[in-house]
Structures are given as structure tokens and as C-alpha cells.
């Protein structure tokens, strides 16, 4: 199986395609599995860069625009699904490229997750009723190690661990030794990260934001709101959402919309960036180049025969 990660906009779609064409050539037919947590939602399409029609080139492509955004997704869902469509592709011979840039989805997919227990609801009522200061004061005592990992202003990280921790008695960090479900000791991974300069990165975002704009973006954030979803929901707060809400409320002016998700987008790519450079194994190959056809078609190449040749 091979595996495409790096930041939003670095190619990792056209890279999958370009490297499932080369393996098609060879023998083996490829398909491409969805690790972005954006693209899984059927609304999403355009501001999450789901692939259209024509950039998938003909090869299929799984766990894409398959899930409602009135539905509160998760990583262990994905990993879940993800898994069987892997199983299926290696009963069928064909061979998965999975290909996203969502941490949290690989890193639960190959390491399995922590069998945390069902949160006690008065439990997290109580925590997430606590101010900023008092929860992280909370979880100083009662979870001293997490307390000094997290960021005191992560809110959601913060009321994570302190919830678990007086719900089970147990700190996230153990339930977390106890990981279950992973498939990276079951599969011969060829994965790669595109890291590549950041100038670059933050060029591609900027353009792409506008090409969703002028492609509809705003039309995409006005029929989401149409179903009065909850605020809260993935889906309604992925980046873009907020931003062209509050311009088709009136809040802000539309360059203004545009040049907000643009910030927000390179933030985001800021993130994963760092994610990918220093969290998946020290082994795993960096691209650290900017890509364009020839350079994707040459990658694509290299990684086959990486590949093939085991």
C-alpha cells in the first residue's frame, strides 16, 4: 500500500493518480483512499478540493463526498471504513494509495486508537461549563503530564484529557498506551510526505481559494446553511464555512471572506506541515521539492518502483 501525506495544496491528489496510472501500466490497477477529513463530506466538495471527475482520470476513488454533513464524523469512523475498503482492494488485487493530509486519520488508521469509554455526559457538561484557566488549573491536578504538554489556551485538547481523566479515572496518556485496531504491522507501507518550500505552499492556497470562489464556494456555503445544521459541526466549521457565512450574512464583504478562509488555509497548511515534518517516522521519505507535471509524473515513477521492487 502506498501512502501520499503532506500539507493542503501540495499535489498529493494529482501525485496518487498520476502514481496509480504508472502502476496500471505495470500490471496491478490502483485505487485511491480518501485521508482528509474535509473531503469525506458530500457538501464539501469544492472547499475541501474533493477531485472532480476529470482529475480523477478515470481511476476510482474511494471515501470521497460519501458522508452528510448533518453527521459528526470522526478519525475512528474513517479508520474503520478505511480499513475494509484496504481489505477489499488486497482480496481484489488491486493495490491502495491512501492519499490525505488529516494526522489524526494515518496516524489512527496505522497505530490504532485509545478504547477510550463513553464520556459520563454530566462529566463533560461539567467540564466544558469551566473557563478556560480553571480547566487547564483542573487538569494541572488531576493529569499534571497533560496539563503540561497541552497548550493552557487548547480548549478542546484541554477539556479532552480533563473529561477522561474524571470520567475513568484513568489519564488520556493510559488509555492511550492501549491502542487498538492499527493495520501498520499487517501491510508493506510505501509512503511518502511532499513537503514542499513553503513560498510555494502558500502561493498554491492563496490561488486555489480564489478559483474556489469564482467556482462556486459561496454558493456551496449558502446551501449548507439553507439546512440549519449545528453551528458546531465539522462540516460547518471547516475552513471557508465560517468565513463565507459571515460575508452572506452581511458580517463582512466578500474580498474580505476571501482573504480570511486565504489565511486560514495557510495557517492550516503552517500545521500540517510542521505535523508531517517532525511526527511520522524519521524513515519515511520527504519530498521537499515543488512539483509540476514532470515532476509528478518522475515522483509517481520513483514510487512505483519503490513499490515493486519492495
Aim: net charge negative.
Amino acid at each position: 500500500m502506498a501512502l501520499i501525506a503532506g500539507p493542503t495544496a501540495s499535489g498529493k491528489s494529482a501525485l496518487a493518480v498520476a502514481l496509480a496510472k504508472s502502476l496500471a501500466g505495470t500490471g496491478p490497477e490502483a485505487i485511491v483512499v480518501n485521508a482528509d477529513a474535509s473531503q469525506v463530506y458530500a457538501d464539501l466538495a469544492i472547499l475541501s478540493a474533493r477531485p472532480t471527475v476529470g482529475e480523477t482520470g478515470g481511476v476510482p476513488h474511494r471515501l470521497f463526498g460519501h458522508v452528510d454533513g448533518a453527521e459528526a464524523y470522526n478519525a475512528a469512523r474513517w479508520a474503520g471504513e478505511a480499513r475494509a475498503v484496504i481489505a477489499g482492494a488486497h482480496a481484489a488485487g488491486e493495490v491502495p494509495i491512501l492519499v490525505g493530509g488529516t494526522g489524526l486519520y494515518l496516524r489512527t488508521l496505522l497505530n490504532g486508537i485509545a478504547p477510550v469509554p463513553a464520556i459520563d455526559p454530566a462529566v463533560r457538561e461539567e467540564v466544558r461549563a469551566l473557563s478556560v484557566d480553571d480547566a487547564h488549573a483542573a487538569l494541572a491536578e488531576a493529569d499534571a503530564g497533560a496539563a503540561a504538554r497541552l497548550n493552557p489556551a487548547d480548549t478542546t485538547r484541554v477539556a479532552r484529557a480533563l473529561e477522561v481523566v474524571r470520567s475513568t479515572g484513568r489519564t488520556l496518556a493510559e488509555w492511550q498506551e492501549a491502542r487498538e485496531g492499527g493495520i501498520a504491522g499487517d501491510i508493506a507501507l510505501a509512503p511518502l510526505i511532499l513537503l514542499p518550500p513553503r513560498d510555494w505552499l502558500r502561493e498554491r492556497c492563496d490561488r486555489r481559494l480564489v478559483r474556489m470562489f469564482d467556482a462556486g464556494a459561496v454558493e456551496e456555503v449558502e446551501a449548507l446553511l439553507a439546512r440549519g445544521l449545528d453551528p458546531d459541526l465539522p462540516a460547518m466549521r471547516a475552513i471557508g464555512v465560517p468565513q463565507i457565512a459571515a460575508f452572506l450574512r452581511g458580517e463582512t464583504g466578500r474580498s474580505e471572506a476571501l482573504e480570511q478562509a486565504q489565511a486560514a488555509t495557510r495557517q492550516y497548511a503552517k500545521r500540517q506541515y510542521t505535523w508531517f515534518r517532525h511526527q511520522p517516522p524519521a524513515d519515511w521519505p520527504r519530498h521537499e521539492e515543488s512539483l509540476n507535471i514532470d515532476s509528478v509524473n518522475n515522483l509517481a515513477i520513483i514510487l512505483r518502483d519503490r513499490m515493486l521492487t519492495g
